[in-house]
């Protein structure tokens, strides 16, 4: 591109330089998924369950104070993907977990 292109910037609503909006961090789209108490989840993370939760379609309940290791973040700034024994596909919410130091 040469400096002669413009490219419409949604993020300000301004023509801007193709050269200035290449600089610019693409960091935009990271969703930032918090724990109960604040913490910044990431994948790979272990948490710990702060409420007793009943799992729909396993006919269990995990305890409060089940730990979970090896968290995935889906994308959604709300809900983990993660595995426990006996039950596949298992999604939490991020407001009933605390990440586990």
């Known amino acids: 591109m040469s400096d002669d292109d413009y490219i419409y910037d949604e993020a300000s609503g301004e023509w801007m330089p193709a050269s200035q909006v290449a600089a610019a961090p693409a960091d935009d789209d990271a969703v930032v998924v918090r724990d109960a108490v604040g913490n910044v989840l990431a994948d790979g993370d272990q948490v710990t369950l702060i409420k007793d939760l009943t799992v729909k379609g396993a006919g269990q309940t ?18 983990i993907d993660c595995k426990f024994d006996g039950i596949k596909g298992l999604v939490l919410r991020a407001e009933f977990v605390r990440k586990r130091a």
């Not at 995990?62 to 809900?79: C, F, H, N, V």
Request: hydrophobic residues 35%.
């Open 62 to 79: 995990l305890k409060r104070g089940t730990l979970i290791k090896s968290i995935r973040l889906t994308g959604d700034a709300q809900e």
